[in-house]
């Protein structure tokens, strides 16, 4: 199993900081995704980034993939409490997971 | 709205027991996938199957087998209940083997006594 490194582990933070979260993987991968768990439900899809450099914006949360294609960023600008959750990264060619963030954003 | 939905979101068992949990998704999604879900641990995943009645162990899957007699169903099963299988699990479906997301139920939270 080759494993998905996600950092930093834990983040807490009041509305309406930045901060940002990344993904790194020991070897290349082809595409990845991040997804978001909110407490007490199941992980929802946010985006895929496929090609190495590429950026993707969804509202504040700016998705980054590098260009070596082993890792990749999320940004959230002026975070809010609705941002609290867990969030993972996932490659495509592999069924595992990141360890995973947890941000919790206090009001 | 597409759903995968997992037919308890709690269950307490005790030990010893049978344990069926049910996945069901309604997107006509080719590959569904067991994941559970442990503090400090993250997913780790137990089975998967990219087809009616295919499965493949994933990376735990000892103490569970799965069942995927229709497209759209796909059961995990605890043979015997152990309290080390206390644990959030999770159900997901994909279409096709390319880059398309996982789509995931709500859970199921065991509690094994």
């Known amino acids: 199993t080759q494993l998905l490194e996600q950092s930093p582990q834990f983040l807490s933070i009041q509305e309406g900081e930045n901060l940002t979260v990344y993904c790194n993987s020991s070897?290349?991968?082809?595409?990845l995704q991040w997804y978001r768990q909110e407490p007490g439900e199941g992980p929802v899809l946010l985006v895929t980034v496929v090609t190495g450099g590429e950026v993707k914006k969804l509202k504040r949360l700016t998705f980054q993939f590098g260009d070596a294609r082993k890792d990749s960023s999320l940004h959230i600008t002026a975070a809010q409490p609705g941002d609290t959750g867990l969030y993972l990264c996932?490659?495509?060619?592999?069924?595992?997971f990141g360890t995973g963030t947890r941000l919790q954003v206090f009001p | 709205d597409v759903k995968v939905t997992q037919s308890s979101r709690y269950l307490v068992k005790r030990t010893g027991e049978k344990v069926f949990l049910e996945c069901v998704q309604d997107m006509d999604h080719e590959n569904m996938f067991w994941y559970r879900q442990d503090p400090g641990l993250g997913l780790r995943l137990i089975y998967f199957s990219y087809d009616v009645k295919m499965k493949e162990k994933g990376d735990i899957p000892e103490g569970y087998s799965v069942s995927r007699e229709k497209k759209e169903r796909f059961s995990l099963i605890l043979e015997s209940a152990s309290t080390n299988q206390t644990s959030m699990y999770l159900c997901?479906?994909?279409?096709?083997?390319?880059?398309?997301?996982?789509?995931f139920g709500s859970g199921t939270r065991l509690t094994v006594v």
């Open positions: 997901a479906s994909s279409l096709g083997r390319g880059p398309g997301g996982y789509t």
């Open positions: 996932k490659r495509t060619d592999k069924l595992i």
């Open positions: 070897s290349v991968f082809s595409s």
